[in-house]
């Protein structure tokens, strides 16, 4: 889109959520602590007795592009939380920089910060961009449960492979991270 004072902006498209196969793919894990709800086909007969309404058929609306500010590596300030190969969960390794970046965040006047996942090369389009989600969720996690973060403080975001940060090795283990941005 364009440059200013070295930052480039970049439109960022379909990065509200997993492709449908990709969708299709993932399996879905019961909430943490609970067990699975199962919905079935049964109509709308019984909705009546139980004070639900049946949802209206979503209208399908045009995605929102994101606009990703991508800082030329020499001036960057970055803390990255990086992540092991196919993974999303925090190792202990790495929780003292979301710590160190927890107490930064609870006395800035920054109202919102973004979370943005990254993978390697490896894999498939819809698989990293599923797995890129993930580990920013992951972060957005951490910062509401562990931090006592206000979750509208922050957005999570994934971007696959769009921005390597290891060019020369694509497969590199740097490029399987979380990155996070000023908002506002």
């Known amino acids: 889109m364009g440059r ?10 379909d990065v ?16 943490e602590g609970g067990e699975g709800v199962s919905i079935g086909s049964t109509g709308t007969a019984g909705l009546a007795t139980t004070g639900l309404r049946p949802l209206a058929p979503a209208t399908p609306t045009a995605p ?5 500010g991508q800082l030329a590596p020499e001036l960057q300030v970055n803390v990255r939380i990086e992540f092991a190969f196919d993974s999303a969960a925090l190792s202990p390794d ?11 965040m609870k006395a800035s006047d920054i109202a919102r910060f973004r ?3 990254h993978t390697d090369a490896a894999g498939s389009d819809a ?12 972060v957005q996690r951490y910062f509401v449960n562990e931090c006592g973060i206000d979750p509208t403080r922050l957005e999570a975001m994934g971007l696959g492979k769009r921005f ?7 497969r590199a283990g740097e490029n399987r991270r979380v990155e996070f941005q000023a908002l506002s």
């Open 4 to 13: 200013t004072r070295g930052l480039t902006l970049v439109t960022v498209e």
């Open 164 to 170: 390597l940060f290891n060019t020369a090795n694509p």
């Open 64 to 68: 929102t592009p994101v606009v990703f």
């Open 16 to 31: 509200q959520g997993p492709t449908t196969a990709a969708a299709a793919e993932a399996p879905t894990a019961p909430p």
């Open 127 to 138: 698989y990293n961009e599923r797995l890129s989600i993930l580990r920013a969720e992951e």
């Open 94 to 104: 790495q929780k003292p920089r979301l710590e160190q970046l927890c107490r930064v």
């Open 115 to 117: 979370i943005v996942g």
